[in-house]
């Protein structure tokens, strides 16, 4: 079952603009980690959150983390067009150990106009 | 630096057929994850591999089996092969610390006719 659902599903941007994604999950995390894919490739890590953090950056990239809301959201500053794919988020749930097992919700498809 | 390697890249079998998937875990790395991803869908845990024990299962049918070798290699076997198993199959592979997340393959895409 899917633990995340990204919104929205699909997101048209120009390039230079800024593109948010959102997702919400139903139980209580470890962590939250966003991917990214392109084209039915394989995922790319690009961050990882830890439930006692509200706010991290990475590069272009600042992600937050509201764990009374259950929900996340996905900033990429001054978009490419070599952005354009595929980002899942991930979630790491509580309880089960220190196992790390992943569940991600359906994905936001990013395309970035040049 | 070789990420992690997945083979082979694509597969079509015949429903009712066997297929063993193989993945190369990233240098350094122990533990190795399988997932299935169908077509527009995220990916789905299927089980995970860590000092050559199955610790950790999805929702899956006991069709789907594995295995990891001393050498942390890993090892999916689906028996039975339904048209529904046509998908997307990533290996993810990680270390110690999960600060840098999973690493993963670039996948097989099997298709059952």
């Known amino acids: 079952s899917q633990q995340g659902e990204e919104d929205p599903q699909a997101l048209s941007i120009q390039e230079g603009e800024n593109a948010t994604m959102n997702c919400s999950y139903k139980t209580s995390i470890n962590n939250l980690q966003w991917y990214r894919q392109n084209s039915g490739r394989g995922l790319v890590h690009l961050i990882l959150i830890r439930s006692n953090e509200r706010e991290k950056h990475s590069g272009r990239l600042r992600v937050t983390l509201d764990t009374s809301k259950k929900s996340s959201s996905l900033l990429i500053t001054a978009s490419r067009a070599a952005d354009t794919a595929s980002y899942f988020c991930a979630t790491d749930a509580k309880g089960g150990g220190s196992n790390y097992k992943l569940t991600f919700g359906k994905g936001t498809l990013l395309t970035v106009n040049p | 630096d070789a990420g992690v390697t997945q083979s082979p890249t694509h597969l079509i079998k015949t429903r009712g057929q066997q297929v063993t998937l193989r993945c190369s875990p990233k240098s350094g790395h122990d533990t190795v994850s399988w997932y299935q991803q169908a077509l527009g869908q995220g990916p789905q845990f299927i089980f995970q591999?860590?000092?050559?024990?199955?610790?950790q299962r999805g929702n899956f049918p006991d069709r789907f089996s594995g295995h990891q070798f001393p050498n942390y290699s890993s090892e999916l076997n689906v028996n039975a092969l339904l048209l529904g198993d046509s998908a997307l199959y990533l290996c993810?592979?990680?270390?110690?610390?999960?600060?840098?997340?999973?690493?993963f393959g670039s996948g097989t895409r099997l298709t059952v006719v």
């Open positions: 993810a592979s990680r270390g110690s610390t999960i600060v840098y997340g999973y690493t």
């Open positions: 591999y860590y000092e050559e024990e199955e610790r």
